[in-house]
């Protein structure tokens, strides 16, 4: 017996609690009476067991079973991570003595 439970992708907005993430999905909604397409960002909160996600991350979140007073989805899976740029130390002297 296969359920269909519902199925979003979003990016990870906060990660300061644990086992929990904040993920916003930005949704397109149009105004009932001027037709104008508007965008809104719904914000849910994340079971993470493992703390992997990141902020920044873009994931895929699934229906489930209420696991806490305002959290009912689970992340399924991380699509991408945030690029983080890598300096080295080199560099960082290079650019403030420069500036100096």
Request: a positive charge.
């Amino acid at each position: 017996m296969e359920t269909n439970r519902k199925t979003r992708i979003g990016f990870v907005i906060s990660r300061k609690m644990d086992k929990t993430a904040i993920v916003g999905v930005e949704v397109l909604k149009r105004h009932r009476l001027y037709r104008k397409t508007y965008r809104r960002v719904m914000k849910y909160k994340v079971h993470d067991e493992q703390n992997e996600c990141l902020p920044g991350d873009k994931v895929k979140i699934v229906e489930t079973r209420p696991l806490s007073k305002e959290k009912r989805w689970r992340i399924l899976e991380i699509i991408t991570r945030k690029e983080v740029a890598e300096l080295k130390e080199e560099e960082l002297v290079s650019d403030t003595e420069e500036a100096k």
